[in-house]
Nanobody, 123 residues
């Protein structure tokens, strides 16, 4: 089982980025997927999650209306479209997978994690 996130980088406030996370080694379309982030000097926090079918999703209040999680089961990928980025969005972003298949908001519900990708938003 491997997860690989990409798409991070440096962007100015108000800009956009699209994070991607690809999966290999398991039945991707049975898993719930999540994005979490860890800002500098802070704990990891929930960003967004989506159920196995894509029919249910959740977003943290801090990103609602700006970020959108989606998935493509044919490509075994999950995405995080981030618009109107703010300096406080600066963090290492992680994708994670849960065999249960639901859109969990708690990090401890996810047993499989990928390496993070850095997102830096300049003011």
């Amino acid at each position: 089982v491997q997860l690989q996130a990409s798409g991070g980088g440096l962007v100015q406030a108000g800009g956009s980025l699209r994070l991607s996370c690809t999966f290999s080694g398991f039945s991707f379309n049975m898993y719930g997927l999540g994005w979490f982030r860890q800002p500098p000097g802070k704990d990891r926090e929930f960003v967004a999650a989506i159920s196995w079918s894509g029919g249910s999703s959740q977003h943290a209040d801090s990103v609602k209306g700006r970020f959108t999680i989606s998935r493509d089961n044919d490509k075994s990928a999950v995405y995080l479209q981030m618009n109107n980025l703010k300096p406080e969005d600066t963090a290492v972003y992680y994708c994670a997978a849960s065999r249960v298949g639901l859109a969990f908001t708690r990090a401890d519900e996810y047993k499989t994690w990928g390496p993070g990708t850095q997102v830096t938003v300049s003011s």
